[in-house]
């Protein structure tokens, strides 16, 4: 049996994500200094260089945003499995990591505990999206920022049940009424491409644009031709990138 994060159990990551590294110029690098920089108005150290700001990542897996993030923030991250523990410690990181369920019942977390509130392709995951959202909001601080990542069911709609853990699928549209009906407020909805270049060259979301109008048998099925299997599938699958804040 294939040895996993778990020892021999195989686990979600290892099926879904089997390539989660975190080595600078990665996808989560890219991400995180995306989001910091655009979204978070970029980082606020202290006089010694320590980060002043606490972030919650909410259903971090393996901690691959939480251990960048770290570089900015002051990192707790929560989900059902401690896997960022292992992160934390191979690349030493002083993070709070907590484990709990987060589907179903309260965050065992402060009220207004944090800055920021971060969770990435979780929320498609969860049956009880009023309690998930309502919980971010609580432990958000007045002011704070949520930050939610989601697959774009007008995107994903082929392929989105091809992860059997998926549950619930969003909209644009249906992201932000969820959103208001928590009370977060300033909400600003994106729909990005996973590629970090149209982040940074907005121009070249041409490139994607003409790329998904191929049929999608043109899709690469070569692990050797990895880079080229991604472009495709991202300039065929988009993501929701909502920014709310807590009055």
Do not use: C
Request: aromatic share 10%; charged share 25%; no cysteine.
């Amino acid at each position: 049996m294939a040895a996993g994060l778990r020892g021999n159990q195989l686990s979600y990551l290892d099926i879904v994500y089997p390539d989660l590294g975190i080595t600078p110029g990665d996808y989560a690098h890219k991400l995180v200094d995306h989001l910091v920089n655009k979204h978070l108005g970029g980082a606020k150290p202290d006089a010694n260089g320590k980060p002043t700001q606490t972030l919650l990542d909410v259903g971090a897996g393996v901690g691959a945003q939480a251990a960048v993030f770290s570089r900015h923030f002051n990192i707790t991250t929560i989900d059902r499995h401690g896997d960022a523990r292992q992160t934390f410690e191979s690349l030493k990181i002083d993070a709070n990591v907590v484990v709990a369920e987060i589907g179903e019942q309260a965050f065992p977390l402060p009220d207004a505990a944090f800055d920021v509130v971060f969770t990435k392709s979780v929320i498609e995951h969860v049956e009880n999206w009023e309690h998930f959202l309502s919980e971010i909001f609580r432990v958000l601080k007045p002011g704070g920022t949520a930050i939610v990542m989601t697959p774009n069911w007008n995107t994903q709609r082929v392929n989105f049940y091809d992860d059997p853990t998926h549950i619930r699928p969003y909209t644009l549209r249906t992201l932000d009424r969820v959103l208001r009906m928590t009370e977060f407020s300033d909400i600003r909805i994106h729909d990005i491409y996973q590629l970090p270049f149209t982040w940074r060259m907005p121009f070249l979301k041409i490139i994607p644009w003409f790329i998904r109008k191929f049929p999608n048998s043109m899709k690469w099925r070569d692990k050797n031709q990895r880079k080229h299997r991604l472009l495709v599938r991202f300039s065929k699958e988009t993501m929701l990138l909502a920014i709310a804040k807590k009055k």
